[in-house]
């Protein structure tokens, strides 16, 4: 008897171990205000839905928001919860009269605009990743919790005739890491300090099981576009383990040879947010982990360079989306990163004690440097007599890189066109030439133009340096 019980012990404990427990906290919020709404006639009291509730459904009845269609006329609202954010909605129902459950479109919007469209293509995200525009049914007298998306405004349309519906709350739920904000940036330029805010929260809610590229859009893994969210991780919030996470869920799916992502540009990223990672926090046992795939991705960087000390990177070969049509930008990119690469490299080795192949990744990164110059001067030719789009972003990478000075990559192309160009992926990278180049008026006035023309979910890359 007392062997089972010990055996049982064991296998209940497994099966804790063996369940994931989500991390996050959930916030409840009530709208702060009714943007707009359809057949004033057809809905009475949606000023309740303005008050802070329990979410519980009960059997009085009291305080609801009553929504009444007829066989011509629907009713709908648009609520505004005040702040950007990452979960769902908590919709909890009154007793009205159907028996049945009673049919609703949702539609989710980080703007007014994007919530009161249509999904034609055109106007706002589509369904892609997270449900933005949906039909469910609402039952009686109950609570019901849905999507899963990143937005600030809900927009609710009845869609059964001569129906009638009674909603108590419908509340925000927000899904975020409690973490402290351990970084701090404050000075005597409010517009700077909103901008140093916008991009710390928008990297805030990115952080939910892994380091996402976008709470709406974009749920996934992008390891290339993770690089200037890690520097905004370092910068705010210190150590924290949706980093490595993300890190080890890439490496894991991408076995050598294979390009993370499918991108080469990206396992170069991943090499550089290792070397990141590693100056900010000194974590040699993580990067010790890391040890084995390390030195094959370095190996396959060397092999991928000609006689000449020029990549010949296969895979995907990218940068980002405003350079993708330009051969010519991606060639310089893609050369300028190497030389990144095979310099981070050459450092990581040393710290996990692989002298050989320290003192191959500096050849290496040599042999590069001399590549970059026929790389070079072939985009600057080409740069003559056209403004070819994304050039910006390679002349950023050179600078960075070391294969062009600072101050020509910012009057030549980074200060040129303003902010035309910039992405929220190489903005980054732009930004940070034009402060090595010590332009950094244009840089401020870069910024504040995109923040005032985006929203936040492009916003996290001004922050790795600040």
Known sequence: MKRWFVLGLVLFSFSLSAQQRDKRVREFITPTRIVWMQGDSLLRHPEYLLIPRNGQADLSNRNMCVLQSTKTEFPAFLLDYGKELQGGIQIVTGAFPSPHPVRVRIRLGESVGEAMADMDGQNGAGNDHAMRDFVIQLPRMGVLEVGNSGFRFVRIDLLDEATELQIKEVRAISSYLDIPYAGSFRCNDELLNQIWRTGAYTVHLNMQEYLWDGIKRDRLVWIGDLHPEVMTVNTVFGHHEVVPNSLDLIRDMTPLPGWMNGISSYSIWWLLIQRDWYYYHGDEAYLKEQQAYLNGLLELLLSRLDEYGQEQLDGWRFLDW???????????????????????????????????????????????????EKVKNSFLNTGKDSFAPGCEQAAALMALAGIMLPQDADRCYLSEQGAKGFSTFYGYYMLQAMAAAGNYQGALDVTAYLLGSHDTTGSYYVLGRL
Do not use: D, F, Y
Not at 324 to 352: H, R
């Open 322 to 372: 405003p350079s993708s049509e330009s051969p010519e930008a991606i060639n310089t990119g893609l050369q300028s990163l190497v030389v990144m690469a095979l310099k981070a490299g050459e450092e990581l080795a040393a710290v996990l004690g692989e002298h050989t192949l320290a003192q191959r990744c500096n050849q290496g990164w040599n042999q590069a440097l001399g590549g970059a």
